[in-house]
Nanobody, 118 residues
Framework: QVQLVESGGGLVQAGGSLRLSCAAS??????????MGWYRQAPGKQRELVAS???????NYADSVKGRFTISRDNAKKTVYLQMNSLKPEDTAVYYC??????????WGQGTQVTVSS
């Protein structure tokens, strides 16, 4: 089955940047045709979709991150990225990737912790 492995999180000061990566192993050619998304879950809150990218590289962003985050993908590497700039304390959360279309989602990975200090 598909395994999602997120990396790149860490502790950063407000205004800083991080680049997250998510590798989808065992996904085969399916990865390239799925809409991929980055989600985040802050303590005590529900998981939310913050960015998505289609197989044609069309992107969508939550209003809270628009203009600051950029999602991209490398289908050959079966990897999706999230460049996060101008980070704010409210961006603190565990970040996950998964599919973001109407099909079945893959098993969730362990996520990567992003902590933004004020």
């Amino acid at each position: 089955q598909v395994q999602l492995v997120e990396s790149g999180g860490g502790l950063v000061q407000a205004g800083g940047s991080l680049r997250l990566s998510c590798a989808a192993s065992n996904s085969g050619i399916i990865f390239s045709i799925r809409v991929m998304g980055w989600y985040r879950q802050a303590p005590g809150k529900q998981r939310e979709l913050v960015a998505s990218i289609s197989r044609g590289d069309s992107t969508n962003y939550a209003d809270s991150v628009k203009g600051r985050f950029t999602i991209s993908r490398d289908n050959a590497k079966k990897t999706v990225y999230l460049q996060m700039n101008s980070l704010k304390p409210e961006d603190t959360a565990v970040y996950y990737c998964n599919v973001a279309d109407s099909g079945s989602q893959w098993p969730w990975g362990q996520g990567t912790q992003v902590t933004v200090s004020s």
